[in-house]
């Protein structure tokens, strides 16, 4: 690189990337000590290491072929000769290896690799106590490298067929990732059952409550830290959109259309602080609610939040947090479905209300610019629903609630009710009921909390022998 401005750009872009890929870690670090503080104590290390174990087995996969498909799928079926088979992803290309005339690549994969964790944790979460591990992998597997990285390479790469034709927007996947791993988690969960005792004689649901609230708590803010990676890696972090002779240098979003880090900013802040206060009113100050009130928050706004108004993201996550809530139990109520941490809620409902909801807020607002992506260009001025004075595509709620319902039924609910439904007829869903009954962390209770596994009147019984015989000096 001899030019030394494109060395600069080149350099920070890679090394932005690089950073994300931390602050995102942290969300695996909440997801961990979120769902283990919400176990119960016979179940710790089972929960634990099932969510751990989702890590590497979907970072494989999209090494394997899951940063492939999004490459490789971003124009069919709509343009079906742009199904490329050669996308300098495989895991044998030499783009991939240590290369000095390509600084994003694996950055960028491993960006992607890391979303791909958090669709699988927000599964995991939802199965504690009652999943075998061995259909929990597949699941994680299926969602966290293929059923929202196809959502995303339609509708989410600036060259995707639904960003182009339909005017599809979702900065900050609300519907392409939290939705999908949402419906998934619910069609897993009809299949799957509610906790022996969840549900008493006549229906009525039981609060089975957390076994550590500060796991909890801590868990969650980790989540909160980690959000920030997230959308610090759905940006272009320095673009020259200026025309010749006159540059003009900014961040753009994901399609390219240039936006304010400040004002991104604002609005993720807003979100959380609304999603959060809406959360604990209408919970009557439940902590678990209340905590999770940030995330609701967060995923009703996020499809818009690189162009809403403060007030505008602040309405939403309030308005997505209270759906949330009420859809929550009254599901629970009516279907008898045990979500052990609202994932379906928070994530599934929130994910599908954001993406529709911003279809309306950002009706006219352009909806990819033609410089985004470099993979599969389909041409400007192809929006199905409308385009701009300058031809191209626009945001539009048709093309919002069309993608967000395909996205949430059709690679969410429907795939994970068929794969779970297959599952358990392989016997490879739910331990066997003596097992849940006793916990599925067998002989390791013992030794993860010896105070709460049964060995409580040994313990005391030394304690009183001490006392009675102290030792001599």
């Known amino acids: 690189m001899t030019d030394q401005l494109a060395a600069l750009t080149t350099i920070f872009t890679e090394f932005y990337y690089f950073l994300t890929v931390v602050l995102m870690f942290f969300i695996h670090v909440g997801f961990c000590m979120y769902e283990v503080g919400a176990a119960r104590v016979k179940n710790v290390q089972h929960t634990l ?23 490789a799928f971003q124009g069919w079926p709509i343009s079906t000769s742009s199904l490329s ?3 300098g992803f495989e895991p044998w290309s030499t783009k991939i290896a240590p290369n000095l005339t390509d600084r994003i690549s694996g950055v960028f994969w491993a960006a992607f690799a890391l979303f791909g964790m958090t669709a699988a944790s927000i599964v995991s979460g939802a199965l504690i106590e009652r999943t075998k591990t061995s259909g929990f992998f597949i699941l994680a597997i299926y969602v966290g490298a293929i059923a929202w990285v196809i959502p995303a390479a339609w509708a989410w790469a600036g060259n995707g067929w639904m960003a182009q034709y339909l ?21 897993v969960l009809i299949n799957l059952g509610p906790r022996i005792g969840k549900f008493a004689a006549d229906g009525t649901p039981r609060e089975i409550p957390a076994h550590n609230p500060w796991l909890v708590t801590i868990g969650l803010f980790m989540i909160y830290v980690g959000f920030w990676g997230f959308y610090a890696a759905c940006h272009i972090p320095i673009v020259d959109v200026g025309t010749a002779g006159a540059p003009y240098f900014t961040a753009t979003n994901i399609y390219g259309v240039p936006i304010t880090l400040s004002g991104v ?22 902590a678990y609610w209340t905590y999770s009130g940030g995330l609701t928050g ?13 007030i505008i993201a602040l309405v939403i996550a309030v308005a997505g947090t209270v759906m949330a809530y009420k859809l929550h139990y009254w599901v629970e109520r009516k279907f008898k479905i045990d979500d052990a941490v609202g994932a379906v809620a928070v994530h599934g409902y929130c994910g599908l209300f954001g993406g529709i909801i911003a279809g309306f807020a950002l009706w006219g607002y352009p909806a990819v610019l033609p410089s985004a992506g470099a993979v599969i260009v389909l041409g400007e001025g ?11 595509p626009i945001i539009t709620p048709v093309g919002n609630i ?4 395909v996205f949430a039924i059709g690679f969410g609910f429907i ?16 331990v066997p009921a003596a097992a849940e009954v006793n916990g599925l962390d067998g002989k390791h209770v013992p030794a993860t909390y010896p105070h709460h596994s049964g060995m409580e009147e040994a313990f005391e019984s030394i304690q009183r022998r001490e006392a009675k015989y102290p030792a001599k000096p």
């Open 49 to 71: 290491l099932k969510n751990t174990m989702a890590i590497p087995l979907v970072g494989l996969a999209f090494f394997l072929f899951g940063m492939w498909i999004y490459i």
């Open 85 to 87: 088979f050669t996308t």
């Open 167 to 187: 005017g599809f927007h979702d900065q900050y996947c609300s519907a392409i990732l939290h939705s999908v791993a949402g419906f998934a988690t619910l069609g």
């Open 265 to 286: 900013t604002m609005n993720f802040l807003l979100a959380l602080f609304g999603g959060m206060v809406a959360a604990y009113m209408i919970s009557n100050g439940n």
């Open 298 to 310: 967060l995923i009703s706004a996020s499809a818009g939040n690189d162009f809403y108004h403060p």
């Open 382 to 392: 192809v929006g199905w629903f409308g385009v701009n004075a300058e031809g191209l």
């Open 402 to 405: 069309i993608g967000s319902l």
């Open 415 to 430: 795939p994970g009710y068929v794969i779970s439904k297959l599952l358990a007829m392989a016997g490879l869903l739910r």
